[in-house]
């Protein structure tokens, strides 16, 4: 997984797969979803993430344990 912001576009994509995207949908204004030619989620687009995200260059990666 890859997270990048551009600060020019003030675009925050988050990409889940390395894959060419067949389909582009705008879920809400200003969220966009790609998919692959099998309809998987393959990356998320937030424009205008100044607005969206608290502070869109700052990124928090949190994983939960697993329960055993």
């Known amino acids: 997984m890859k997270v990048n912001y ?3 576009t003030d675009i925050l994509t988050i990409i889940f797969t390395e894959t060419l995207v067949a389909e582009s949908d705008e879920d ?4 966009i979803l790609d998919y692959d030619d099998k309809g998987n989620l393959v990356s998320l687009e937030i ?6 995200v608290n502070v869109p ?10 329960a055993g």
């Open 57 to 66: 260059s700052k990124i928090e990666y949190q994983v939960s344990p697993v």
């Open 47 to 52: 424009l205008d993430a100044s607005r969206r």
């Open 28 to 31: 809400k204004p200003g969220v």
């Open 6 to 8: 551009d600060s020019k």
